[in-house]
């Protein structure tokens, strides 16, 4: 299942690098992101609440699939800037403080700053 998900994720960062998928009705009110729609298909919510389908989704989840806080920063240096790595905050902040995967999400950067970034959904 790890191998089936990480080969996933690695296609969708080749085909469209490092976007987060658009919100999408994934179960009666629920909405899910678009590039986690093989998790809905197989109704696998604890893939990222890893201890009940009712409790927050873990870092820890998001680490296991998208990889570290620094190989993130790596994969998305060459963005101006660089959202992962940011001058303020480093490679250390939570990934849940700008994504979210059932709700709209807001990147941290610009409640101070007017950053674009294309790719990033909300």
Request: charged share 20%; hydrophobic share 30%; aromatic share 8%.
């Amino acid at each position: 299942m790890k191998t089936l998900i990480l080969s996933l994720l690695a296609l969708s960062f080749v085909a469209s690098p490092l976007h987060a998928g658009e919100l999408y009705k994934v179960m009666g009110k629920r909405e899910g992101r678009s590039n986690h729609s093989f998790m809905y298909d197989e109704k696998d919510c604890k893939t990222c609440h890893q201890g009940s389908p009712r409790g927050p989704a873990t870092e820890a989840a998001c680490i296991d699939c998208h990889g570290s806080y620094d190989e993130i920063a790596s994969s998305t240096q060459n963005q101006t800037p660089n959202p992962h790595d940011a001058p303020h905050w480093g490679a250390d902040v939570p990934c849940t403080v700008c994504h979210s995967e059932h709700q709209p999400a807001k990147v941290l950067c610009n409640d101070c700053h007017q950053f674009a970034f294309p790719n990033f959904s909300k």
